[in-house]
């Protein structure tokens, strides 16, 4: 502790007047940045997904789809529909913004290279359940998914995560991740809904999918078809995840808060404990270890998924989309839009 106190600045060891210490606020650290370093904030920049110029008139036909399945086939309603959703977590996330010379038009940011990461399947109900996750890390080999001794580990077990290596060199998911996901996570959820609600095990029910390649594969449809006839798929257009797809609404940004986060704290943790086991900081690195990073990524799902598991935000995510309800009822005259060949 000794070496660790000459680290540190004199200026948050001495009292003020009122006895408090000082503290750097947001306020006074970009005041200083500015004034004594002649830096302004530059954040960077990044092109937006293209929208369909006729999006409104896509969303609305896709939302009457859903309306005419569910009358269709007497779906209860909350809990039989589902959308799903991927997304890729880098293990070392950068920010796009930083610090340079006022008047800097051309800005770098350290850590923009990272590639490295795994792939989490978040899917949710609209009766405000999170159903647990599927994350996928690149290996060929199961001995490379987290270590059963990584944190929150037996938690993430107990919430049912499926941790999966994707036997490639790539972290994305294929069409057997994409099976298992279905076998292990979407039908039992159903069944279980079934059972709550009473009704019978071949009740038609909704799950909701993007245009992804392997989404509109023959071989998953097939496979669907024939193993889980009762699940109906119905997909988002493309070009519409961002306005139509309740988890690209509104889940994945607070997922990836709170992961990022979780990230935050064990990078501050890491270094605290070097420093007070007399580190220097001049030296110091970090363990950014491919294996070390990703048993510490169970922890960081668990928090993540603790941050969403939450029924208020998770109805109010679906109901942006389910209000297909109020749309079929106010124009029941209007025919019923047909679906567009290549989702046939």
Not at 139 to 155: A, G, I, T
Not at 324 to 332: K, M, V
Request: proline share 6%.
């Amino acid at each position: 502790m000794a070496h660790l106190h000459h680290t540190i600045p004199h200026v948050f060891n001495t009292p003020a007047a009122d006895g408090s210490l000082f503290r750097c606020s947001a306020t006074w650290v970009k005041r200083f940045i500015y004034e004594n370093l002649k830096w302004s904030f530059h954040r960077a920049t990044q092109a937006a997904q293209k929208t369909p110029t006729n999006a409104d008139k896509l969303c609305r036909e896709q939302f009457l789809r859903h309306a005419v399945t569910a009358c269709d086939t007497a779906m209860p309603s909350p809990g039989f529909r589902v959308n799903i959703d991927q997304t890729n977590i880098v293990y070392q996330p950068s920010t796009s913004s930083t610090y340079n010379n006022i008047g800097t038009h051309q800005v770098s940011v350290v850590g923009k290279e990272e590639k490295r990461a795994f792939t989490v399947v978040v899917g949710i109900s609209d009766n405000g359940d999170v159903l647990p996750f599927q994350a996928i890390f690149a290996s060929k080999s199961s001995r490379s998914c987290p270590n059963e001794q990584s944190p929150l580990f037996c938690e993430a077990m107990e919430l049912g995560f499926k941790l999966k290596h994707s036997k490639t060199d790539t972290y994305w998911s294929t069409l057997e991740l994409m099976c298992k996901y279905v076998d292990e996570i979407v039908a039992p959820y159903f069944l279980q809904q079934k059972e709550l609600a009473g009704v019978p095990k071949d009740q038609d029910c909704i799950l909701q999918l993007d245009v992804w390649s392997v989404h509109r594969s023959v071989a998953f449809r097939t496979w669907l078809d024939k193993n889980y006839p009762w699940i109906v798929y119905l997909f988002i257009l493309g070009g519409c995840t961002g306005i139509a797809q309740p988890c690209d609404i509104g889940i994945q940004r607070p997922l990836k808060l709170a992961i990022n986060h979780a990230q935050h704290t064990d990078i501050v943790d890491e270094t605290l404990a070097s420093l007070q086991a007399g580190s220097d900081p001049s030296t110091l690195r970090l363990n950014t270890k491919v294996t070390a990073l990703r048993d510490c990524s169970v922890a960081w799902l668990v928090k993540g998924y603790h941050a969403i598991n939450k029924p208020s935000l998770v109805k109010k995510v679906c109901s942006l989309h389910f209000y297909f309800f109020y749309l079929f009822t106010s124009n029941a005259d209007e025919p019923t839009p047909a679906l567009a060949p290549e989702y046939v």
